[in-house]
Each structure stands twice: as structure tokens, then as C-alpha cells.
Nanobody, 117 residues
């Protein structure tokens, strides 16, 4: 059974930092591309960052230069380091991956990030 479990969210002031973690289970992590999405209240879920198994990363324009996606294959975990947080970064953040052959998508349960003074 595939499991993705996010942690590290919470309340932070504007300009602050947080690091999200997504621990995975049930997959050969090193073979999977990973991604972070977010969904703000009343908005559609949007792609924040992706990281291929080869180590290539991409970011949404709104987070470039502020967010960094990384992975630790030994720990089967993907991270999202967020700095210079803005109120508009407030959302539920989701970890995501897709099975390489079937394309089946897997999601974490989501974790709340709130940026507010």
C-alpha cells in the first residue's frame, strides 16, 4: 500500500520559513518523480514544484527563488523548503507522485500552511 505522509506545516509570519516533509512508503522511491501541490481556499489545486528521479526540478513562477524541492532517497522522503513566505502562500500543501508505468497518482493527506501576522 502506497502512503505519502506530509509534516512540517503550521502558522508562520510573513517573511518566515517552513520546511515541509513527505515521507513515503510502499514505493521504490528512487524510481519516482515527486511533486508538491497546494490548494488555497476557493481556488483550484496548483502545481508548486516537481523533482524528477534524476534530480531535475521545476517551480511555479509564484514560488521561484523562494521554494526549494529536494529529496533524500535513503529516507524515502521529499522536502519543500519555503522561505520569504507571503500571505498568498497560505494553502493546504499536498505531496504527489505517479507510478512510472501505470501513471496512477498518489496523494498525501495534505498539510496546512498559514502565513499571517
Amino acid at each position: 500500500q502506497v502512503q505519502l505522509v506530509e509534516s512540517g506545516g503550521g502558522l508562520v509570519q510573513p517573511g518566515g520559513s517552513l520546511r515541509l516533509s513527505c515521507a513515503t512508503n510502499g514505493i521504490i522511491f528512487s524510481l519516482y518523480d515527486m511533486a508538491w501541490y497546494r490548494q488555497a481556499p476557493g481556488k483550484q489545486r496548483e502545481l508548486v514544484a516537481t523533482l524528477t528521479r534524476q534530480g531535475t526540478s521545476k517551480y511555479a513562477d509564484s514560488v521561484k527563488g523562494r521554494f526549494t524541492i529536494s529529496r533524500d532517497n535513503a529516507k524515502n522522503t521529499v522536502y519543500l523548503q519555503m522561505i520569504s513566505l507571503k500571505p498568498e502562500d497560505t494553502a493546504v500543501y499536498y505531496c504527489n507522485t505517479q507510478a512510472p508505468l501505470s501513471g496512477r497518482a498518489y496523494w498525501g493527506q495534505g498539510i496546512q500552511v498559514t502565513v499571517s501576522s
